[in-house]
């Protein structure tokens, strides 16, 4: 472990280093601490939620592994946010999603409200933390075949529209208690394992059936609407519906937010290339920060190129208020706080360097055609001294310094996680 006063030391050090670049430690840190990520509740769980049917997880999602310790109830995965939260510097919000509500007895996705996710807004307020959310538009049986909102039976459409109708309400009233919007994202996993005889046809009834979602105006300081696209799922190799290109013109036309998630793209396409030219057209955008590795395999967030890429365009292009930065990533296969813990405070770490790098000075060098310095100062800004900035930052908000956490999730897992039936049944 780390002494405090080597900390100190370090960051002064660094201060100094950094300042000879011309950066401004403090300032990036004053910037750091309004900087609020999405936590995504369904890592806690492996998405299976609390509709009480311990369905199996549907609609082209994923999760593998079976380590003990899956939250099982609202206060089960409660305390396990709890702790994640301890162990990750700043306020940080909560992504949840519709299948996570307090329902006493069975209640149907067209019919959920508000009172069904009271124990949730009460608990976020307590904790002063704000919610986001997203309708489940999987993992049903009126799901099964893989369409849903796109479906060529109207009264699937209904069900799902009314779904949808039903999430816009909760979001607007969760908007409304925290003083904040609530991003409500809408992802739907329609789409065909096989070619497809129209490829039209679906999209004309999912652009259809978002509307009919759509048609009444919320409040924008209560809920903002996003679409999510996606360009293949398992079962839906062949043809998704929602493509990028179906929900970048809808969310154009429709002045929604547009939702990119980093695994939902070709292998080698990124998302850190994508925010400053969506941004030209959308008014805001929500990231489902995830890390793929070969497919959409929704791996824990690592300290890596693609991550820290992403964060740099959020702040060369000063986008920090118009950039909603969400996680997305399911691992069963190693201690679930311990994911949130590292996912999320490398998505800080990276934003962390992203405001220490001297982002004006670089802009500067490109307009004046000096490439070469540009490089050479990126290279450079590869071995600043980002983890004494970090420990310091962690430091000063009470948040563990180094690998220190982990040690916390150890004590955890011994008193509550291993005490709880290992019931996932994803091996
Ligand atoms: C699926 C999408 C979607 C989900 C969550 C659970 O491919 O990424 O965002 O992961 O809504
Ligand atoms: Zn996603």
Redesign the pocket.
């Known amino acids: 472990m780390e002494k405090p006063g080597n900390i100190e030391r370090a960051y002064e050090l660094a201060c100094e280093q950094y300042e000879s670049v011309g950066v401004d430690v403090e300032h990036a840190i004053d910037r750091m601490r309004t900087v609020e990520i999405s936590v995504?509740c369904?890592q806690g769980d492996d998405?299976s939620g609390f509709e009480g049917d311990d369905g199996a997880l549907g609609?082209?999602?994923a999760v593998t592994g079976n380590y003990p310790g899956r939250a099982r109830t609202p206060g089960e995965l409660r305390s396990d946010l709890e702790l994640a939260y301890s162990l990750i510097p700043g306020k940080h919000r909560l992504n949840l999603?519709a299948l996570y509500g307090e329902f006493n007895g069975p209640v149907d996705r067209d019919a959920i409200e508000v009172e069904h996710f009271q124990g949730w807004i009460d608990w976020a307020r307590q904790q002063g933390i704000s919610l986001d959310f997203?309708p489940?538009y999987?993992s049903h049986p009126k799901a099964s075949d893989g369409f849903t909102l796109a479906h060529a039976d109207p009264g699937i459409r209904r069900f799902w529209i009314d779904h949808g109708i039903a999430c816009r309400k909760i979001a607007a009233a969760m908007g409304q208690a925290q003083g904040n919007p609530c991003i409500n994202?809408f992802?739907v996993?329609d789409g065909f394992k096989d070619t497809p005889a129209s490829r039209k046809a679906p999209r004309e009834r999912l652009a259809a059936s978002l509307d009919a979602i759509f048609a009444e105006d919320l409040p924008r300081d209560q809920t903002l609407d996003a679409v999510?696209c996606?360009l293949f799922?398992i079962g839906s190799e062949s043809y998704v519906v929602g493509s990028h290109e179906f929900y970048m013109g809808y969310a154009i036309s429709r002045n929604k937010v547009l939702?990119l998630?980093a695994?939902?793209f070709h292998p080698t396409e990124v998302i850190s290339d994508k925010i400053s030219s969506v941004l030209m057209y959308v008014p805001e955008l929500l990231l489902?920060v995830?890390r793929g590795v070969r497919w959409?395999s929704?791996h824990v967030v690592t300290f890596g190129d693609e991550l820290q890429a992403i964060m740099q365009e959020i702040v060369r292009g000063d986008y920090l208020q118009r950039v909603h930065i969400g996680l997305?990533f399911?691992d069963a296969s190693i201690n679930r706080v311990a994911a949130w813990a590292i996912g999320t405070r490398n998505a800080l770490k990276a934003m962390l360097a992203a405001l220490l790098e001297p982002t004006e000075k670089l802009q500067q060098l490109e307009d004046s055609g000096d490439l070469t310095a540009r490089l050479a100062i990126m290279e450079e800004q590869k071995t600043m001294p980002l983890g004494a900035v970090w420990n310091h930052y962690c430091q000063t908000v009470g948040a563990p310094v180094g690998a220190e956490w982990l040690e916390k999730v150890r004590q955890y897992e011994s008193n509550v996680l291993s005490l709880r039936s290992n019931s996932s049944e994803f091996v």
């Open positions: 995504h369904w998405v609609n082209g999602l999603h997203n489940s999987f994202n992802w996993p999510e996606k799922g939702c998630d695994g939902h489902h995830s959409d929704d997305d399911f």
